[in-house]
């Protein structure tokens, strides 16, 4: 279970560039619960992952992981526990290096590497039955660099590689952004398949509505560092896109309602 | 596919050309709704180059054919021939086949024709209408005191009225005290905004006995016979109607002081705000100011509801030297040339339905709004007129406004 409490972070403090991009981020995230975060841009969704990979320290509040205090850790020590994935679909593996040899690394992921070969025989078997599971022919194809595979093809392998040492948190930063329509929902489709197989509890930075409203268990809408709207539950299996846009215009309305408004409405509105 | 048009008297003929088939139907019925929608309700499709027609192209056709049905257009296809005439014979729409020529212009729709002497783009129709309109009004609460609960009135919406205020249903002001917000009603049919954020507005409708009624703390209700309509219709010259026109040519053509009225129209744009929270929730010496406000009153902040229909409820009259407030009316952007006047105004928006031309009935229009999707949103019409950023007032495409005299009651505004 992962806990955000009342974090803060403002960049650049102080100068013309000053960014308060958390202002009491709260909600808990409980195992097994597919979350996704909405907002719009520079509403400090991408922030909030962030801060749970540990990429920065927040200036105020507490992030727990299964009740531990993490908020000071540096990110590689929570690496062990976290997994990524990025929306640059070449951000997440090593060009270079074979299927297999990139995957052989995320097994290791957090243990101890000694200076015997790392791709045995049954190691590469057990490869080939969890690549065959992404139905895309890779399995043939372990030897091969990975910088040969399509965007959609090094995305789903990133999938993989993030979520085979069961995470405790899995996070996913617009991760089908970049790949064209077939291989998004080809990706989504697992990810939502990984997901509800490992039962992992995962947070999904989007900007597609019908993503928010058909893969995930929760919705979070986030509006200038703030989450505005928590749909769970009933609520959540009740929302549907133009749901999710009348919230977003909620919002737009509240900024719009300025003192000049409101002068103009006391006379107005009687 | 290439569709070119000409127009016949009161018809507008489409050539068609090509395939009428699933990858053309779409787009062939897009292009037909768009005209019906922007007036043209008498269409002739002449076919005689149209080389396919498949079963995706006749649900186009049947989808404007009904369309043109519910709103009284009507619908013909010429110069039908060889596979085409015979696939729509064979699937019985033979009646839609017409060997009249393209000029044989089909008899207009009997009723009695508009009286001239309107501006272009505006039709007056007198209605036979014996007497005018009886106003009753309720005065419980001004923003943000505390709701005055002996003032309260509990109204019925029969269906010989139509008003507009802030109440809630319930069987006690007190049980309907957290879910006072906007309302409209009209010919016993109540279109409601709760007072939440999150909310959707609901309806109230007549069915057998049941008869809406609300605990209202603010109303102004008319009842009695509505004596005149006015179409209006944008065109080149005047790409929409605000509602101070509108305003203005009701007290032209009716000659009267106070009016109580019912606009049904395609919006340009509506500036307006409804309650958020209840007014039932203020207690005496509560102070209300920005940003506090924010939480009882959303604003639309901008033009809202372009392209949907709203159904605009209000009362006005010609104002004197006497300042409005007390009234209860709020000043109105006065056009060029045009006595001051002052109104209250309250819009429910519902999905975009079409209207059928000329003289319509006001009943008949309402029952089908409210009777259809639900509507989207109920609320106070503002003229938002802070100078260089204001929003202006509420503007409407096209529509029908049916008013009249309000010959009772005319001292309570």
């Keep these: 279970m992962l806990e955000i409490k009342n974090i803060h972070k403002t960049f650049f403090p102080g100068t013309v560039n000053e960014v308060k991009a958390l202002q009491g981020v709260d909600f808990t995230l409980e195992d097994g619960v597919f979350t996704a975060i909405i907002g719009t841009n520079g509403s400090g969704k991408s922030t909030v992952l962030n801060a749970v990979a540990g990429t920065f320290e927040p200036d105020a509040g507490t992030i727990l992981l299964d009740g531990r205090d993490i908020t000071h850790w540096p990110e590689f020590r929570r690496a062990a526990f976290i997994g990524r994935v990025f929306q640059n679909p070449f951000a997440g593996t090593a060009a270079e290096m074979s299927i297999a040899e990139n995957i052989v690394m995320a097994m290791r992921r957090g243990k101890r590497r000694g200076l015997g070969p790392a791709l045995g025989r049954r190691t590469l078997d057990e490869i080939a039955d969890r690549v065959r599971e992404l139905k895309m022919g890779l399995e043939d194809r372990l030897h091969n660099p990975i910088g040969t595979l399509s965007g959609g093809q090094r995305q789903a392998l990133t999938l993989l590689m993030a979520t085979w040492l069961r995470p405790k948190v899995l996070l996913l930063d617009e991760h089908t952004a970049a790949l064209d329509p077939k291989s998004a929902a080809k990706v989504a489709e697992l990810t939502s398949e990984i997901i509800a197989r490992e039962k992992l509890a995962a947070l999904m930075v989007t900007h597609s509505m019908q993503q928010a409203v058909t893969m995930p268990d929760r919705i979070l809408m986030m509006h200038r560092g703030r989450v505005v709207e928590d749909y769970r539950d009933e609520m959540k299996r009740r929302v549907r896109i133009p749901d999710l846009i009348e919230a977003f215009n909620r919002v737009t309305k509240r900024e719009l309602f300025t003192e000049p408004a409101a002068a103009m409405l006391e006379r107005q509105y009687l | ?413």
């Design chain 2, 1 to 413: 596919m290439d569709l070119q048009e000409k127009r016949y008297g009161t018809e507008l003929a489409i050539t068609v050309s090509g395939r009428l088939d699933a990858s053309w139907a779409e787009f062939f019925q897009e292009h037909l709704l768009r005209r019906v929608r922007a007036g043209e309700h008498r269409l002739i499709l002449d076919v005689a180059d149209l080389s396919f027609l498949s079963s995706m192209g006749i649900r186009a056709l049947m989808a404007v054919y009904k369309e043109l049905k519910a709103i009284g257009g009507t619908f013909r296809i010429i110069r039908a021939s060889g596979m085409v005439h015979d696939t729509l014979r064979k699937s019985g729409l033979g009646q839609w086949l017409s060997d009249a020529p393209l000029d044989a212009v089909t008899p207009a729709p009997d009723g009695p024709a508009a009286v001239a002497a309107t501006p272009p783009g505006l039709e007056h129709f007198p209605l036979a209408a014996e007497g005018g309109l009886s106003l009753e009004k309720v005065d419980a609460w001004r923003p943000w005191q505390a709701v005055n609960p002996q003032m309260s009135r509990e109204i019925r919406f029969t269906p010989d009225g139509f008003g507009l205020g802030i109440g809630g249903a319930g069987e006690t002001l007190e049980a309907a005290g957290d879910y006072l917000g906007e309302f409209v009603a009209f010919n016993g049919q109540v279109a409601a905004q709760p007072p939440d954020e999150r909310g959707r507005p609901d309806c109230l409708l007549s069915e057998g006995e049941f008869v809406p009624s609300l605990h209202c703390v603010q109303a102004l209700v008319c009842r009695g016979p509505l004596s005149h309509l006015l179409r209006f219709r944008a065109d080149d010259e005047r790409p929409c109607y605000p509602l101070s026109r509108l305003l203005a040519e009701m007290f032209r053509v009716s000659g009267a002081e106070a009016i109580g009225f019912l606009v049904v129209g395609e919006v340009e744009g509506l500036v307006g705000a409804s309650l958020i929270t209840s007014p039932g929730r203020l207690r005496p010496g509560m102070e209300i100011r920005y940003p506090q406000v924010r939480e009882w009153l959303s604003f639309s902040g901008e033009r809202a509801f372009a392209r949907e229909q709203a159904v605009i409820v209000g009362v006005a009259r010609r104002t004197g030297q006497a300042g409005p407030e007390a009234s209860g009316l709020v000043p109105v952007a006065v056009p060029a040339g045009e006595p001051p006047m002052a109104a209250h105004m309250h819009a429910a928006v519902f999905p975009f339905q079409m209207l059928p031309n000329g003289r319509i009935e006001a009943a008949r229009v309402a029952a089908r709004l409210f009777s259809g999707p639900p509507p989207r949103a109920v609320l106070h019409l503002v003229d938002d007129d802070r100078p260089g950023n204001g929003l202006g007032e509420s503007a409407l495409y096209q529509g029908a406004c049916w008013f009249g005299a309000i010959t009772e009651g005319g001292e309570l505004l």
